[in-house]
């Protein structure tokens, strides 16, 4: 199974000839993912997974699966009773 996490495209870039990459923050984690089969501007949001944006998606429903993700990641704390941390190695 894959999961797909949304994110907000910062910034559209043209370093990389014939490939359209874009700085994208998942909520917090900013990584440089491909956009280049997407039409994105900057502000809109995608689904990404393993590097690569799948499709653009409602401001609303990111918003949404992103909050629904913090819930998780809070229950997972305590129920496990350790805090998670989520690494920026970008």
Do not use: Q
Request: glycine share 4%; aromatic share 6%.
């Amino acid at each position: 199974m894959c999961l797909a996490i949304p994110g907000k495209v910062i910034r559209i870039s043209a370093d990389i000839p014939d490939l359209k990459m874009a700085r994208v923050d998942f909520d917090g984690v900013v990584k440089n993912i491909c956009i280049e089969w997407v039409n994105v501007e900057e502000g809109d949001y995608v689904l990404a997974h393993a590097g690569v944006a799948l499709c653009r998606v409602d401001e609303e429903e990111a918003e949404r699966t992103i909050a629904n993700f913090r819930r998780l990641l809070m229950n997972m704390e305590v129920e496990e009773n350790y805090p998670l941390i989520i690494e920026n190695n970008d």
